[in-house]
């Protein structure tokens, strides 16, 4: 019944996927104090690896991208050769792996890394670090025209960092109200100057990351996620539908590997975008597009068959089930994910 996943799927000349089943990117906070990537992660991911294509958990481009603890990062030569690890065991059972490239934005805590905490606008999100409750978020600094320039290379030499660490190609975290995300959405961006105001100014940013990510690494290794429905982190405005079409129209004319959308649960319906985020992508975006949020691989292969999407993410049933392609192959039981489930890197 499920046939439709298990068929190759060329990404581009370049990468071709032995299904058309990701592991999504999962946060795991198991990096040690130097946010380097340790063996048990090599083990864990290399379990994964019957994966189409495995998204890493996301990993800070530089330190005050960091806004949970243990969080890894791709910005010194001890992560790199950490995360060699990590591509090498991949690479050795036959899969492939994008490194997912984060930084958190207001998001951020200067608890992790001593100095302050940027953003577009000085607006803070409400609430603390998750299982830190005492660290409240701050308002962050409205970051200048220079911060904007070194975001952009810092990004762009984290890919480079990625390619050299053996990692396949990089997803963009520009989803879920981190930094990127942060700049798309009128409830984050208040800027007055060529970084907000109107669709345009509003992706300029984005729109530099992903391009200086192409110059350095070629479109064929480059992928991105974006999340239109604000959902996490961050309001949703009706203001934001126009920064999108915008902003989607201009990443159709520039061949990434793929979009992949973000969110928890593709079900959510968003009166600005006239219905779910996935629908609303597949509308106005004709390229490979990866879905992702609630689907067991019933429900995704249904949803491929009727070409609402080319290929699917799979997050929390793979934290349960290292082996889930297996088990899905085999018509097999799956495990239930649970909470307590991310205590421990299985
Ligand atoms: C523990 C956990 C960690 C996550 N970490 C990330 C992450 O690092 N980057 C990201 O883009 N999404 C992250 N997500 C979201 C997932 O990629 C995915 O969108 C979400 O779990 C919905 O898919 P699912 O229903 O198949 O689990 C995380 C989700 C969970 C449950």
Same mark, same amino acid.
């Given at each position: 019944?499920?046939?439709?996943?298990?068929?190759?799927?060329?990404?581009?000349?370049?990468?071709?996927?032995?299904? &058309?089943?990701?592991?999504?990117?999962?946060?795991?906070?198991?990096?040690?104090?130097?946010?380097?990537?340790?063996?048990? =992660?090599?083990?864990?991911?290399? &379990?994964?690896?019957?994966?189409?294509?495995?998204?890493?958990?996301?990993?800070?481009?530089?330190?005050?991208?960091?806004?949970?603890?243990?969080?890894?990062?791709?910005?010194?030569?001890?992560?790199?050769?950490?995360?060699?690890?990590?591509?090498?065991?991949?690479?050795?059972?036959?899969?492939?792996?994008?490194?997912?490239?984060?930084?958190?934005?207001?998001?951020?805590?200067?608890?992790?890394?001593?100095?302050?905490?940027?953003?577009?606008?000085?607006?803070?999100?409400?609430?603390?670090?998750?299982? =830190?409750?005492?660290?409240?978020?701050?308002?962050?600094?409205?970051?200048?025209?220079?911060?904007?320039?070194?975001?952009?290379?810092?990004?762009?030499?984290?890919?480079?960092?990625?390619?050299?660490?053996?990692?396949?190609?990089?997803?963009?975290?520009?989803?879920?109200?981190? /930094?990127?995300?942060?700049?798309?959405?009128?409830?984050?961006?208040?800027?007055?100057?060529?970084?907000?105001?109107?669709?345009?100014?509003?992706?300029?940013?984005?729109?530099?990351?992903?391009?200086?990510?192409?110059?350095?690494?070629?479109?064929?290794?480059?992928?991105?996620?974006?999340?239109?429905?604000?959902?996490?982190?961050?309001?949703?405005?009706?203001?934001?539908?126009?920064?999108?079409?915008?902003?989607?129209?201009? /990443?159709?004319?520039?061949?990434?590997?793929? /979009?992949? /959308?973000?969110?928890?649960?593709?079900? =959510?319906?968003?009166?600005?975008?006239?219905?779910?985020?996935?629908?609303?992508? &597949?509308?106005?975006?004709?390229?490979?597009?990866?879905?992702?949020?609630?689907?067991?691989?019933?429900?995704?292969?249904?949803?491929?068959?009727?070409?609402?999407?080319?290929?699917?993410?799979?997050?929390?049933?793979?934290?349960?089930?290292?082996?889930?392609?297996?088990?899905? &192959?085999?018509?097999?039981?799956?495990?239930?994910?649970?909470?307590?489930?991310?205590?421990?890197?299985?």
């Amino acid at each position: 019944m499920t046939d439709n996943l298990f068929q190759p799927f060329a990404l581009n000349d370049s990468i071709e996927l032995s299904n &058309r089943i990701l592991m999504a990117p999962l946060t795991r906070c198991m990096a040690d104090d130097d946010l380097v990537p340790t063996q048990a =992660m090599a083990d864990y991911y290399g &379990r994964r690896a019957e994966a189409g294509l495995i998204i890493s958990e996301a990993v800070i481009i530089r330190p005050d991208g960091q806004g949970y603890p243990n969080t890894p990062g791709l910005f010194t030569q001890e992560q790199i050769a950490g995360w060699h690890k990590v591509t090498t065991a991949v690479h050795q059972n036959g899969g492939k792996i994008f490194a997912q490239l984060w930084h958190t934005g207001r998001v951020a805590h200067p608890h992790f890394f001593g100095s302050e905490v940027l953003a577009p606008s000085a607006l803070a999100v409400e609430g603390s670090v998750p299982r =830190m409750r005492e660290l409240t978020y701050q308002v962050p600094k409205a970051v200048t025209s220079g911060d904007i320039k070194q975001l952009v290379i810092d990004y762009a030499q984290a890919a480079e960092n990625a390619v050299e660490a053996g990692f396949d190609g990089v997803e963009i975290h520009g989803a879920n109200g981190y /930094l990127i995300d942060q700049f798309l959405h009128h409830d984050s961006n208040i800027r007055d100057d060529e970084f907000g105001g109107n669709p345009e100014n509003m992706a300029k940013f984005p729109l530099a990351v992903v391009d200086a990510i192409i110059d350095r690494i070629g479109e064929e290794k480059t992928a991105l996620r974006v999340s239109p429905g604000a959902y996490f982190n961050i309001a949703g405005d009706s203001r934001d539908r126009a920064v999108f079409d915008y902003f989607l129209g201009e /990443l159709e004319q520039r061949n990434l590997a793929f /979009l992949h /959308l973000g969110i928890f649960d593709d079900s =959510m319906e968003f009166d600005y975008l006239g219905g779910t985020a996935s629908s609303y992508v &597949r509308e106005n975006y004709k390229q490979t597009l990866v879905c992702v949020g609630g689907y067991n691989a019933e429900t995704a292969s249904t949803a491929i068959a009727e070409n609402k999407f080319d290929l699917i993410a799979i997050g929390r049933p793979f934290i349960a089930n290292p082996d889930y392609i297996e088990k899905v &192959r085999n018509g097999s039981e799956l495990v239930e994910y649970a909470e307590e489930m991310l205590m421990s890197l299985v």
